[in-house]
């Protein structure tokens, strides 16, 4: 049996918007990458996946991987979240080549 995919609640202000990212990674957003790619593109929108030029705390800016797990109904209904849409965990890594599309980014951030 196959389980029902759920789309997010969330998905379209993922997709389009980073004021939800750096609401949830307390961090400042300049830039988003959007590899040229499609198929690349939909990989990371399928991972619930973003890559960010960011800063945090007014650092220097650095371009990192930015990854997000929200509660969907499958959590609420085994208990492991209250709510769809609770941030079950969160992680973000410094990158200087998109890991999908392969775009060195320190230079387009010039
Ligand atoms: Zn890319």
């Known amino acids: 049996m196959r389980i029902k ?3 997010h609640s969330k ?3 993922m997709k389009n918007d980073n004021k939800c990212w750096e609401e949830w990674f307390g961090c ?3 830039k988003r990458h959007w590899c040229k790619d499609e198929i690349c593109q939909n990989q990371l929108i399928t991972q619930d ?3 960010f030029y960011n800063s945090y ?3 220097d800016p650095t371009w990192g991987y930015f990854h997000i797990w929200l509660a969907d109904e ?3 209904y085994d208990g492991e979240a209250e709510d769809i849409g609770e941030v079950m965990s969160l992680h973000s890594y410094g990158i200087n080549y ?3 599309c ?4 320190n230079e387009s951030s010039a």
């Open 28 to 30: 400042e957003i300049f």
């Open 11 to 13: 998905l379209t202000e």
């Open 74 to 76: 499958q959590e609420v």
């Open 49 to 51: 996946a973003a890559i």
């Open 98 to 100: 998109c890991p999908l």
């Open 5 to 7: 995919y759920v789309e």
């Open 57 to 59: 705390e007014k650092t």
């Open 102 to 105: 392969g775009e060195r980014l």
